[in-house]
């Protein structure tokens, strides 16, 4: 019974191929403001509050390097003062330990190896210490070079919803949105999902009465069903 829905639900939207470019240039004049949350001035900032940003959210990281940027302009600044002292500054970002040893690595990796300037590839911004798929990802797009699809609770949720992946491994949903999402959308396509996922399509019960894509998706709810 559930399943005979579900197939009927998936029949109802047709193919995500022909169902994603709707789906995008809706999202987009729905949410025209969705963009990166952290806030940074350059590469380096950039780099360093992705890092940061790992399990906690972007208001808290934005909150701790407002001093920290003040203080931690280059590269070296981040290895010119003691262990104990990056620790206390970036103290309430969480995993302060193993974050600052992350951040003091990258920094090294910078200047040994790219002239203290932050690489712009995936596979350059992967050599960094601590810096794994879903922070190179981030990076690389915010600096126009995505060769990814960022995946986060929200994409992963959303994408389920949507149809567009049946994994719940994020390398696998990934490599589903891949195959769908137009290239030139990859940067843009994970902050359009994840504003979505604050305002609308939140995880407990998605407003889908008041959601722009119902008639695309899936996972609608039956009741607000146009028809
Ligand atoms: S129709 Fe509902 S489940 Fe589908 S994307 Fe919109 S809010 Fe989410």
Redesign the pocket.
């Known amino acids: 019974m559930a399943r005979s829905y579900v197939r009927e639900a998936r029949r109802r939207v047709g193919p995500k191929s022909d169902r994603i470019v709707p789906v995008v240039e809706r999202l987009l004049a729905e949410h025209p403001d969705a963009t990166i949350a952290l806030t940074f001035r350059n590469d380096l900032e950039l780099l360093v509050s992705v890092m940061l940003s790992a399990q906690t959210t972007d208001v808290n990281v934005n909150r701790v390097t407002k001093d920290l940027f003040v203080k931690y302009r280059r590269p070296e600044d981040y290895l010119a003062v003691p262990v104990e002292e990056l620790e206390r500054d970036i103290y309430a970002t969480g995993f302060y330990r193993q974050k600052t040893r992350s951040i003091r690595g990258a920094m090294r990796v910078l200047l040994e190896e790219f002239d203290g300037e932050v690489p712009r590839g995936l596979d350059e911004l992967l050599r960094l210490p601590g810096v794994a798929r879903k922070t190179a990802n981030v990076v690389a797009s915010e600096l126009g070079h995505a060769q990814g699809i960022v995946v986060d609770t929200h994409v992963r949720r ?1 994408s389920q ?2 149809g567009l992946t049946r994994n719940e491994d994020p390398v696998k949903i990934e490599r589903d949105l891949q195959r769908v999402v137009p290239r030139a959308d990859w940067a843009r396509f994970p902050h359009l999902l994840i504003w ?1 996922g604050r305002r ?3 995880a407990r019960r ?3 009465e008041s ?4 008639d ?6 039956i009741d ?1 069903m146009p028809g």
């Open positions: 959303l919803r949507l979505h609308v399509c939140v998605p407003h889908c959601c722009v894509l119902v695309l998706c899936p996972a609608a709810r607000v």
